[in-house]
């Protein structure tokens, strides 16, 4: 049995989610503010915290910073109902394991709780080497389910964009950034992707640069990207036989849902960009 | 008196003297006319009689006096004059405009002279540089920003009102500064383009910029212009005006703030419910009956929270639209005090604190509805910021033709520099009050619900020292109704 800490400072909410973690088998204790969740973790050792952002005397960013200091600091899931980019950064560079915005549904909360609760420990921290909503730049270790994470903190960045803007560019960020943690970081947690996400008003850009030595195209029997025209799903018979994960579309999806995508010579940095005002520039 | 007989050419002199249109006249170095054609009379009135009875200074306007001795001083060295101006009072006692050109013969002591009534050219000029002192002061005074950019965008002029706001004079911006070296680094793009596109297509409307003023602080503007083309259809200049946009922005600023704040307030007490309902859904809970009424129950108050925050932006929008109606009918304030504590104080005891009344009678007539939501909206701010075990203190007296109420908390206070902005729409106290939730609606409706009664609101405060809010309503006096 986890044990867990609710920390929120509206009385129902704190009631109602102990209600639900328990009844989901958790072993819960509470706390109204930061200042009394500190002293709690002082004494007691949690697997994991359920974390409000916004609350009197101390917010849950200043709590989320101060228990690093901690032998044994727990997971956290950060709850607010702001989506800013200030908050979500601080909760990124304060090291939270993910940020749920109210509402959200119960299950899903269940979900992220199991999950933090059964990842890995990180072999290292993800480091945010910048923490601007303009230019968010980070260095996270090569494990497929931090890829979740931080597309999902990146995804909230982008919330004021089209829906389909989102999508196209979530998919790309996410076939290129597993293709970096997984051929270019070969899954290896003590070695590090860096990624970059810049945005102005008129674009979107992103840069990935792996670990590894490059690639070429030409040895790309795995990917999509290498398919005769007549036969377009070769890679898959490939990659059953060397047995890798399903998929293998990534850039040539990529190529699809961007509006720019390169390479470095060495092949292992890539950048896209999405073009975000409606016209695209004279080619 | 017979025309003496003259030479045929004398005669044609004569007569080109008499006839002249031009005022002409003949005067000797001691300041009187010696003769005076016609046109005298046709012009001032006065007949050559008495043109040559006096001085001709007589006739002199005070003011020019001086200026015509010196002038007449100078045609006795035997230097001419041209085009000199002076002002000659007519016999009905106006003034009229002459411009001299005057040749002395000082061998034998006389001027030459002939004038010409200039009034009308006077009036003219005086009327061209009032209606350009008009147009300078409409231009300069507007209560907006006027300029114009040559094509490389360099000021050819710009208004008073526009220097005043940047805190720059005239001869440091006109054909020195372009507009963008006014500008925010990061706006200069979206103007190189603007200012393209502009000059091509001869209008622009309603851009958005952020102007750096001489002290280095920001003034953001609307900027509309239209361009001057020459003959050649080349751009000349633009004609912009410029409005301060701080006052919109701040006011986006506060729409947004408050529509985060909406959000906030509104999905804290939906997470509650969609977990409570969610919980009791899934069935999770059904073996603890005990469970199952505490999730109702809570779904329940955040269904009340849920239903006051929405009944708050709905008076809002009343309050906005002026549609507040009042129904006012005659009440006591002691009675609205006890209703106000009534509905409170469970909430007041729920939160450790002790809630203390005196209520003393005051006849009103007011909507008793709206008082007790406004007693209501600000005992909830005082139990809200109130540590527990402290007292909250309710009460109404009378005072001369006034209801006073007052809601006193021995909370953290308010800053002073805060003031009376507390009572606007989208304020909170502090950024404590944030995290304690709230719109910043509440005293935002009772300042307006009290004045509607024809009263007044107010705080008295310090931080640390507790707040003490209070409003008066006028009493209503025996026998009227």
Known sequence: MSRLLVVDDDEHLRTVLAALLEAAGHSVATADDGAAALERLGREKFDLMVLDVWMPRMTGLEVLARIKALPAPPKVIMLTADDTPDTLLGALREQAYTYLSKPFDPDTLLGRVDEALGARPEALPIEVLSARPSWVELLVPCQLEVADRIQGFLKRLEADLPEDVRESVGLAFRELLLNAIEWGGKLDPNRKVRIAYLRTPRLLLYRIADPGAGFRFEGLDHSALSNPAEKPLQHIETRQQKGLRAGGFGILMSKAMVDELLYNEAQNEVVFVKYLDTKKPAT | ?481
């Open chain 2, 1 to 481: 008196m017979a025309a003496p007989k003259l030479p045929r050419s004398d005669r044609e002199v004569d007569l080109f003297f008499r006839l002249s249109r031009d005022l002409l006249a003949i005067a000797d170095f001691k300041g009187y006319f010696q003769r005076v054609n016609p046109a005298w009379e046709q012009a001032l009135g006065w007949t050559p009689e008495e043109l040559l009875a006096r001085p001709y200074l007589d006739f002199v306007h005070p003011d020019d006096r001086e200026s015509t001795l010196a002038e007449a001083a100078k045609l006795t060295t035997g230097a001419v004059t041209i085009t000199f101006e002076n002002r000659y009072r007519s016999k009905d006692g106006s003034y009229r405009w002459l411009q001299w050109n005057s040749t002395p013969l000082t061998e034998r002591g006389v001027i030459y002279a002939d004038a010409r009534d200039i009034t009308h050219l006077k009036q003219a000029e005086e009327q061209l540089h009032r209606y350009a002192a008009e147009i300078s002061d409409l231009y300069n005074l507007a209560p907006c920003g006027y300029h114009s950019l040559d094509p490389q965008g360099v000021f050819l002029r710009i208004n008073d009102t526009e220097l005043k706001w940047l805190g720059y004079k005239r001869e440091e911006i006109v054909g020195r500064k372009r507009f963008p070296d006014l500008l925010q680094p990061d706006s200069l793009k979206l103007f190189e383009e603007a200012f393209a596109g502009f000059k091509r297509r001869g209008w622009v409307r309603d851009l958005e910029f952020e102007l750096v003023r001489k002290d280095g602080t920001h003034l953001p503007i609307v900027i509309n212009s239209t361009a001057v083309y020459n003959d050649a259809g080349e751009y000349v200049m633009s004609r912009s005006t410029v409005f301060d946009n701080t006052d919109r922005k701040a006011l986006e600023r506060m729409k947004d703030e408050f529509i985060s704040m909406v959000g906030h307030e509104l999905r804290t007490p939906l997470t509650s419910m969609r977990t409570a309902l969610g919980l009791l859904a899934s069935g999770r809970v059904s073996n603890s009956p005990e469970k199952v009424q505490q999730m109702l129950a809570i779904a329940l108050d955040e269904t009340d929270r849920l239903t006051r925050l929405v009944s708050d932006m709905l008076d809002l929008q009343r309050l906005e639209l002026g549609r507040f109606k009042l129904l006012p009918q005659a009440c006591d304030a002691a009675e609205l005090v006890h209703q106000a504590a009534d509905a409170l104080q469970p909430v007041a005891e729920k939160a450790g604190l002790r809630l203390e009344i005196s209520a003393q009678s005051a006849p009103l007539r007011a909507d008793p509805d709206r008082i007790v939501q406004v007693l209501t909206n600000l005992l909830v701010n005082a139990v809200k910021f109130s540590p527990p075990g402290t007292t909250v203190r309710l009460s109404s007296e009378q005072r001369g033709a006034e209801a006073v109420f007052r809601v006193a908390d021995e909370g953290p206070g308010i800053a002073p520099e805060l003031g009376e902005r507390i009572f606007e729409r989208f304020r909170q106290g502090q950024s404590e009050a944030r995290a304690r939730g709230g719109m910043g609606l509440g005293l935002y409706i009772c300042r307006a619900i009290v004045g509607q009664h024809g009263g007044r609101i107010g705080v008295e405060s310090a931080p640390g020292q507790g707040s003490a809010f209070w409003f008066t309503l006028p009493v209503q006096k025996e026998g009227a109704s």
